[in-house]
Structures are given as structure tokens and as C-alpha cells.
């Protein structure tokens, strides 16, 4: 049985998504803390550093325009007893809880007050896209679908090399699910991705239009925890984006999706632009597959 609409409470959860171009070479870089800088420093590619920088330039803007007080230096961090990261709460302030995820020409940050949250984005690479890694992460239901696929007559339209195919699609889309779902729990690579298993039905990356999303499999532990809801979608900029929500019975998340360009206006207050995203829902609790889509994010 479904909840009735006045019976559910609405979970508030911003997500701020940027190009690492431009903000890693800015005020980011000044408000990491000993420890992230000497991580960044690690790094042996320039765009590596470049991406992590802006990931956690991103996050700690992000939390002084949700947390009124703190300047984006002044942030602490420690993890859970599972390890996830969180920050350091001093007395009075909001339980605001994050992920990030940061690759190849995207970063992103997810921001909930009271409930977990996994965020994971993805490039598109057809050559990354093989059967063989799929197997690590992957359902046997998973994999066939993926299977048929690359045997799929269809190509894209472009003859460039990095021009997404149907499996292509596919397999980040599954990817990006997953490991939210991890994120979410924070459990870390302590949890493989075969918790949880998906159902998409024909994905259309050229036009972003919508793809039917269903749960397939969970985990029973995982099930017992609570409502999951998850939103899978494709960026403009060629990047597979899913998020994961952790919530109770009778909630449902409300998105809002930001394009960032600078993480100082960001933490000044400056209103950061809407980013329209199509995306798929579906919830742990549902017994049909849905579509969720046309939303205009703001």
C-alpha cells in the first residue's frame, strides 16, 4: 500500500555538480585543510589533482551556503564508525550530511540534513564499457542485458571514439547506481556492488530522454534499513549521475540541482544557476517499475 500525497513528507537534498576547469586554479585549493592538500599532492597527474581540488573546493563551499557561520577553510572532518566521511558537528549545528564523487571533467556534491546520501558521477568511455569488468560488478540478470546490447545491431550516430553507445549507457548508468548505493550506506569497497541490483529498459543517451528504473535485487540487510530511493541521468556533459537516498516510510526526496562555476560565490550566498536534469526514480518499497522524468530542477 502507497502512502496518501498529504501523508508525504518531503526530504530536501541539494546536489551541486561543476567542471573542475577553472575552479581548482581559484580560492578552492586555499581552504583545504593539511590533510586533503598533502592528498592532492599525492596525485600524479596535474588533471587528478585538478578534479580532486575542485571536489572538495565544491564540498566545502557547498557547506557554508547550507550552514550559515563557517567559512569554507574552516570545515573539519572525520569519518563514521564505517568509515564514511562527515563533518566535524560543533554544538547546535544542523546534521547536514554529504557525498561526492569526482572523474574525468565532473565533480559533484550531495548535501541532506538528516538522512544518508550517495552521490556518484561517471564519464562515458565506450572502451571502459566491457563485459569482462561488468562481471565485477554486475548481476547475472545485469550482465545478459548488457550482453544483448553489445550485440545490438544499433551504433551511434557519430564515428567519433568516445561517441556513447546503447551499452556504453548501459553499463555507467548501472555503475553510477551502484556505487550511490554504497556511498549511501558507507560501507565503502567493504560492500560489493552486487548488493544491488537494477532494471533499465532501452537507455536513450543521444536525446536524454527518460529510462524505466526498477530495483531488481537488494540485499536483505540493506532492505531492512530502510526505503531507498534512487534517480539515475545523463548529463550534458557526456557524465552517467545517480544519486541515492536512504529514507523512512512515508518520505520521498525533493531534488535540487545546481551548476557551480565558482565555490567563493557559492559560499558567499550567492544563488548558484538551476540545472535541469532528466532523470529516472524509483523507490525499494515500489512493486511496479515507474518512469519519473520532464523535471525542471530548481
Not at 500525497?5 to 573542475?20: E, F, G, H, K, L
Not at 557525498?99 to 544518508?116: I, Y
Not at 544483448?148 to 571514439?161: F, K, N, T, V, W
Request: glycine share 10%.
Amino acid at each position: 500500500m502507497h502512502d496518501s500525497p498529504a501523508s508525504i513528507r518531503d526530504i530536501p537534498v541539494s546536489v551541486y555538480i561543476a567542471a573542475p576547469a577553472g575552479i581548482a586554479g581559484g580560492r578552492a585549493a586555499a581552504w583545504l585543510d593539511a590533510q586533503e592538500t598533502a592528498r592532492a599532492g599525492r596525485f600524479r597527474f596535474e588533471r587528478d589533482r585538478e578534479t580532486f581540488v575542485a571536489a572538495h573546493g565544491l564540498l566545502r563551499g557547498a557547506l557554508s551556503r547550507h550552514i550559515a557561520g563557517t567559512g569554507p577553510a574552516a570545515w573539519r572532518f572525520t569519518a563514521s564508525p564505517l568509515g564514511k566521511p562527515c563533518i566535524v558537528r560543533a554544538p547546535g549545528m544542523p546534521d547536514v550530511r554529504f557525498s561526492l564523487s569526482h572523474t574525468a571533467g565532473c565533480v559533484a556534491v550531495a548535501l541532506c540534513e538528516g538522512r544518508e546520501t550517495g552521490v556518484d558521477v561517471e564519464r562515458v568511455t565506450p572502451a571502459t564499457a566491457t563485459i569482462e569488468l561488468a562481471q565485477s560488478f554486475c548481476t547475472a540478470a545485469e550482465l545478459a542485458g548488457l550482453a544483448a546490447l553489445e550485440r545490438s545491431p544499433i551504433q551511434p550516430d557519430s564515428a567519433h571514439g568516445d561517441c556513447p553507445t546503447p551499452m556504453a549507457e548501459r553499463f555507467f548508468r548501472l555503475w553510477t547506481l551502484k556505487e550511490s548505493v554504497v556511498k549511501g550506506l558507507g560501507q565503502g569497497l567493504s560492500r560489493p556492488l552486487t548488493c544491488a541490483g537494477f532494471s533499465l529498459d532501452q537507455p536513450t543517451f543521444a536525446s536524454l530522454g527518460f529510462t524505466r528504473l526498477g530495483f531488481a535485487h537488494l540485499d536483505e540487510d540493506l532492505r531492512r534499513a530502510g526505503v531507498w530511493h534512487v534517480q539515475s541521468g545523463l548529463l550534458a556533459s557526456g557524465h552517467a549521475f545517480a544519486l541515492t537516498m536512504l529514507l523512512r516510510a512515508g518520505e520521498r526526496p525533493r531534488l535540487t540541482a545546481y551548476a557551480v562555476s565558482d565555490p567563493g560565490a557559492l559560499a558567499a550566498g550567492v544563488a548558484p544557476a538551476p540545472l535541469p536534469l532528466a532523470v529516472s526514480s524509483c523507490s525499494s518499497h515500489d512493486s511496479t517499475v515507474f518512469r519519473c522524468g520532464g523535471w525542471n530542477i530548481e
